[in-house]
């Protein structure tokens, strides 16, 4: 039973260009949430996504920032026109319910690192 | 600011010393969870204790939460090398849908 699987492991691109981060969710958990971490700091939360929806966008930029979470395949976070300041662990996880419905613990993927040139 | 801050933001022990942390919070919650990243890692749950709970223990690891105070602690006794890692405290909101993490605090356990 595989983890959450995040990929690339990796990402380097040049200012002004995308960045496309894959996180597939453990098996069988439908709520996913991606968290941003610079060196030294704690995790920042970004959104959450059940399938097909976003529930919650409040730690995402507005501009140049979007996730989704299909049907089908991996939960993508996007990143348009990246700039320097992106640079940063991007991690995904997962659960079965939402944490708010009781005890509920979330499953981290071992993140993406993104450097912007 | 942030809803969980821990404290110290780094400890240095010898091995067999405990490591205490501390981890305080702003509103109301559901529960608080302790997670482990080592470095270049994802986080890795450790425990969870409810609102209505005081203390929790699994193997080395006893847990507190004073509600109260908006506070808990992390004790990992006897420690090893193997626990150097940053820990970090996190929290749900009453009502709320997302965990909210602390800064963390970066364990190193001297051999």
């Known amino acids: 039973n595989a983890g959450v699987m995040q990929n690339p492991r990796h990402l380097v691109r040049r200012r002004g260009q995308e960045a496309r981060l894959r996180c597939s969710p453990m098996?069988?958990?439908?709520?996913v949430y991606w968290y941003r971490q610079l060196p030294e700091e704690g995790l920042k939360f970004m959104v959450y996504?059940?399938?097909?929806?976003?529930?919650?966008e409040s730690g995402m930029p507005k501009e140049r920032f979007s996730a989704e979470f299909p049907k089908e395949g991996p939960s993508i976070l996007r990143i348009q026109q990246v700039v320097r300041g992106d640079s940063a662990a991007y991690f995904c996880?997962?659960?079965?319910?939402?944490?708010?419905?009781?005890?509920?613990?979330?499953?981290f993927g071992s993140g993406t690192q993104l450097s912007v040139l | 600011s942030q809803q969980g801050e821990e404290d110290p933001q780094a400890l240095s022990i010898q091995e067999g010393e405990n490591a205490t942390m501390n981890c305080s919070y702003k509103?109301?919650?559901?529960?608080l969870q302790w997670y482990r990243q080592n470095s270049g890692r994802g986080l890795v749950h450790l425990i969870l204790i409810r609102s209505n709970e005081r203390e929790k223990h699994s193997g080395r690891l006893r847990v507190t939460l004073d509600t109260s105070k908006k506070s808990s602690s992390l004790l990992i006794t006897a420690s090893r090398a193997a626990d150097t890692a940053s820990y970090f405290c996190?929290?749900?909101?009453?009502?709320?849908?997302?965990?909210?993490f602390g800064g963390g605090t970066r364990v190193l356990v001297k051999p």
């Open positions: 996190a929290t749900i909101k009453a009502a709320g849908n997302k965990l909210t």
């Open positions: 996880a997962s659960s079965l319910k939402n944490p708010g419905q009781g005890d509920e613990k979330l499953f």
């Open positions: 509103t109301s919650i559901n529960n």
């Open positions: 996504l059940q399938k097909e929806n976003i529930i919650d």
């Open positions: 098996k069988g958990h439908s709520h």
